[in-house]
């Protein structure tokens, strides 16, 4: 279910565009720099920089619509887009942590960004991952300096899901920050702001651009976490996402309802045919799964294409012939567009192999090919 409120969002219905002349799409404010009236002026824009339109390293025109929907979207006061969505990542951790500060990564994580916590730890930023059964107990993990849990619900590659309020009041019990990864639901499917996390980050790579033709990433948070990480990290390290990308992330939203609506249910379709089918193990599936039900339905309306499936096969030789038997799933990293895309885990980033994660998995991204014509090519690799 996608809330009628989130369609107006993305469309942006209800925004003022007067400054737009009228044009039905916000215009491409393809500038480095914006003049002031004064040079008082100026220097009074440079203090408030991340409010004002001084620089477009800090703050840009068509880059604050796509922000202003995005933290619409995620019930947040406050978002900056950034080049990736590592980049939005690496702003968290380094404008929110120091030397001698601890982070807990909950459930699997992105490979690379648990490769940047390991390149934090030369400047003395530590941390733990649990994942599988050890997220049940994960303040038995917490130590007296996590400074913040960073989790994924559904996590990479499983997709198994950990309970977001569960999470949230732990933390806040002890003052730790919160943040989550919510690229494979989007916002349209889990808000968990409302639920009490602070920071939710996307690659917005994936479904929000939806087109595999940007590479972009957003951070929503309060504003006073956001004003920490602005002057510390975002001006400093400046990953900022380009005007022109911005425009095309917007074009991505106005459809981002109805590519999701198709995306799950085609996912859906795709993944319970292949969990019927003999030469399949198991299928990892967020709306498939007996064991995460509860919570699926307590945190989630929804969910979108991204799912994997253990095969049954004798070698990992065999699992890649059965892949390139595949037509219309390209052999590609990354998900989220129109087109289909398949990729085996094993070998793809040795951070996602602890012990639970099946040798023969395959992840598979839906696109929008239409069902039908997904399973017929599953049939005949599968065959
Ligand atoms: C792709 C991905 C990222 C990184 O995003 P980029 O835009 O590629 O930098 C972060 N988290 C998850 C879950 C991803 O799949």
Same mark, same amino acid.
């Given at each position: 279910?996608?809330?009628?409120?989130? !369609?107006?969002?993305?469309?942006?219905?209800?925004?003022?565009?007067?400054?737009?002349? @009228?044009? /039905?799409?916000?215009?491409?404010?393809?500038?480095?720099?914006?003049?002031?009236?004064?040079?008082? #002026?100026?220097?009074?824009?440079?203090?408030?920089?991340?409010?004002?339109?001084?620089?477009?390293?800090?703050?840009?025109?068509?880059?604050?619509?796509?922000?202003?929907?995005?933290?619409?979207? #995620?019930?947040?006061?406050?978002?900056?887009?950034?080049?990736?969505?590592?980049?939005?990542?690496?702003? &968290?951790?380094?404008?929110?942590?120091?030397?001698?500060?601890?982070?807990?990564?909950?459930?699997?994580?992105? @490979?690379?960004?648990?490769?940047?916590?390991?390149?934090?730890?030369?400047?003395?930023?530590?941390?733990?991952?649990?994942?599988?059964?050890?997220?049940?107990?994960?303040? @038995?993990?917490?130590?007296?300096?996590?400074?913040?849990?960073?989790?994924?619900?559904?996590?990479?590659?499983?997709?198994? /899901?950990?309970?977001?309020?569960?999470?949230?009041?732990?933390?806040?019990?002890?003052?730790?920050?919160?943040?989550?990864?919510?690229?494979?639901?989007?916002?349209?499917?889990?808000?968990?702001?409302?639920?009490?996390?602070?920071?939710?980050?996307?690659?917005?790579?994936?479904?929000?651009?939806?087109?595999?033709? &940007? &590479?972009?990433?957003?951070?929503?948070?309060? #504003?006073?976490?956001?004003?920490?990480?602005? *002057?510390?990290? *975002?001006?400093?390290?400046?990953?900022?996402?380009?005007? *022109?990308?911005?425009?095309?992330?917007?074009?991505? +939203?106005?459809?981002?309802?109805?590519?999701?609506?198709?995306?799950?249910?085609?996912?859906?379709? &795709?993944?319970?045919?292949?969990?019927?089918?003999?030469? =399949?193990?198991? /299928?990892?599936?967020?709306?498939?799964?007996?064991?995460?039900?509860? +919570? =699926?339905?307590?945190?989630?309306?929804?969910?979108?294409?991204?799912?994997?499936?253990?095969?049954? !096969?004798?070698?990992?030789?065999?699992?890649?012939?059965?892949?390139?038997?595949?037509? +219309? *799933?390209?052999?590609? =990293?990354?998900?989220?567009? /129109?087109?289909? +895309?398949?990729?085996?885990?094993?070998?793809?980033?040795?951070?996602?192999?602890?012990?639970?994660?099946?040798?023969?998995?395959?992840?598979?991204?839906?696109?929008? #090919?239409?069902?039908?014509?997904?399973?017929?090519?599953?049939?005949?690799?599968?065959?």
């Amino acid at each position: 279910m996608i809330d009628k409120k989130d !369609v107006l969002i993305c469309l942006g219905s209800e925004e003022d565009t007067s400054e737009y002349h @009228g044009a /039905v799409l916000p215009p491409i404010a393809q500038a480095s720099l914006f003049r002031k009236g004064s040079a008082k #002026e100026l220097l009074e824009g440079l203090k408030h920089e991340d409010e004002e339109f001084v620089y477009t390293r800090g703050t840009n025109p068509t880059v604050k619509v796509l922000e202003s929907r995005l933290a619409a979207l #995620e019930r947040g006061e406050s978002c900056k887009c950034f080049a990736s969505g590592i980049a939005a990542i690496s702003a &968290v951790f380094t404008g929110l942590l120091k030397s001698g500060d601890h982070i807990l990564f909950i459930n699997n994580i992105y @490979g690379p960004t648990l490769q940047l916590a390991e390149m934090l730890t030369s400047f003395g930023v530590e941390h733990d991952t649990i994942h599988g059964a050890d997220c049940a107990d994960f303040e @038995g993990h917490i130590r007296p300096n996590t400074k913040l849990i960073f989790f994924e619900s559904p996590g990479t590659m499983l997709f198994r /899901v950990v309970s977001i309020s569960a999470i949230a009041r732990a933390a806040k019990e002890r003052g730790i920050l919160t943040c989550i990864d919510n690229s494979v639901s989007t916002p349209l499917f889990q808000k968990p702001i409302p639920m009490g996390i602070d920071l939710v980050v996307h690659s917005c790579t994936k479904y929000i651009s939806g087109h595999s033709d &940007v &590479v972009g990433g957003a951070l929503i948070t309060s #504003e006073s976490l956001m004003k920490k990480i602005f *002057f510390r990290s *975002f001006l400093l390290l400046g990953g900022i996402q380009a005007p *022109f990308d911005a425009w095309l992330l917007l074009r991505g +939203l106005l459809t981002l309802p109805t590519r999701m609506r198709q995306h799950q249910s085609d996912g859906l379709a &795709v993944a319970k045919y292949l969990a019927d089918h003999k030469r =399949v193990r198991r /299928v990892f599936h967020p709306l498939l799964s007996d064991a995460d039900s509860e +919570l =699926v339905s307590k945190q989630m309306t929804g969910y979108s294409g991204l799912f994997s499936a253990e095969l049954d !096969v004798a070698d990992f030789d065999e699992l890649c012939a059965i892949v390139d038997r595949l037509r +219309l *799933f390209g052999k590609a =990293v990354s998900w989220g567009g /129109v087109e289909s +895309l398949v990729i085996p885990s094993f070998g793809f980033d040795d951070d996602y192999h602890s012990d639970e994660i099946p040798k023969h998995l395959v992840r598979f991204s839906t696109g929008l #090919e239409g069902a039908d014509s997904l399973i017929a090519d599953l049939e005949a690799a599968l065959d």
